[in-house]
Nanobody
Framework: VQLQASGGGLVQPGGSLRLSCVAS????????MDWYRQAPGKQRELVASITTGGSTNYADSVKGQFTISRDNGKSTVYLQMNSLKPEDTAVYYC?????????WGQGTLVTVSS
């Protein structure tokens, strides 16, 4: 499984961004897709997850602010981020879980600053 994340950038506080992660390879094996983030000097944390059936789970810190979704036809998972705050600044990573194990995409940097 290969994962390609995109969509990061610089945004002002209160703004929005949508991250995308395209999966390729043995995508039939993927059961759950995740978005993680790692802020400077902090550990990587799980932000949101979505199953093949569309069930979602969120970290308490982003509930009501972020929305994870997937388009199975495009093998893509999205993370819609609204009302962004400086503390959301981090490198965001997509991750897949499957019977073949876990796979990481490269990170995409999100910077929230005025």
């Amino acid at each position: 499984v290969q994962l390609q994340a995109s969509g990061g950038g610089l945004v002002q506080p209160g703004g929005s961004l949508r991250l995308s992660c395209v999966a390729s390879g043995s995508i039939f094996s993927i059961t759950i897709m995740d978005w993680y983030r790692q802020a400077p000097g902090k550990q990587r944390e799980l932000v949101a997850s979505i199953t093949t059936g569309g069930s979602t789970n969120y970290a308490d810190s982003v509930k009501g602010q972020f929305t994870i979704s997937r388009d199975n036809g495009k093998s893509t998972v999205y993370l819609q981020m609204n009302s962004l705050k400086p503390e959301d600044t981090a490198v965001y990573y997509c991750h897949s879980r499957s019977v073949l194990g876990g796979h990481w995409g490269q990170g995409t940097l999100v910077t929230v600053s005025s």
